[in-house]
């Protein structure tokens, strides 16, 4: 397994995003060594989703007012419905996520994330996968939309659902490993 130790990554979720989304891909990075960050829209805790129902809360660790692109190494963004939905309308979030982009460094979204990356207008010629729901979406944003359970594009990782979590987290963490990639750009 790669050595993560020295390597900072924000996940960046609010209210509603998939519980196993969020949970098995921070223990994964911290398994590798990896600091990772809760990184949400307020201050206190986030609320879960698992099973069609509310879940357990996780502490928030930074919000977006106190962080910046430049502190972290990486990004990890959980999917649900809820929690894409609501990131992808704040504009703070939106330029969170595009700043990784900016400065070439890895972004890992799984389910309904990759909303925030089409908002974020990073997917024009990106081959990714996502929940099949929106799939269309993912097209119209200029992606190059595939049904695979783990697709790694310069530095992006997607997968579909919380099925795919062996291979997201065995990728989350290689790219982490690997660092900058200069093909990953906004």
């Known amino acids: 397994m790669e050595n993560l130790n020295k ?3 924000a996940i960046l979720a609010t209210n509603g995003f998939e519980e196993s989304e969020l949970r098995e891909p921070k223990k994964a990075l911290e398994k590798a060594g990896a600091d990772v ?11 879960s989703w ?9 502490k928030v660790d930074k919000t977006l007012n106190d962080v910046d692109q430049k502190d972290y190494n990486a990004l990890m963004l959980p999917g649900g419905q809820i929690n894409p939905d609501i990131l992808r309308n704040n504009k703070d979030a939106v330029s969170f996520v595009k ?12 389910c309904h994330a990759p909303w925030l990356l089409a908002e974020a207008g990073v997917l024009e010629g990106r081959k ?15 992606a190059k939309w595939v049904d695979e359970e783990v697709v790694v594009d310069s530095g ?22 690997e660092g900058k990639h200069d093909e990953q750009t906004a």
């Open 99 to 110: 700043s990784f982009f900016e400065n070439h460094k890895p972004v890992a979204a799984i």
């Open 128 to 142: 990714i996968t996502s929940y099949g729901s929106i799939k269309t979406d993912m097209i119209n944003a200029g």
């Open 37 to 47: 960050h809760i990184v949400s829209l307020e201050t206190g805790e986030i609320k």
């Open 50 to 58: 698992a099973d069609g129902n509310w879940s357990n809360t996780y």
């Open 7 to 9: 390597k900072t990554v």
């Open 156 to 177: 992006l990782v997607t997968s579909r659902s919380p099925k795919d979590l062996p291979a997201f987290n065995a990728k989350l963490v290689e790219e982490v490993y």
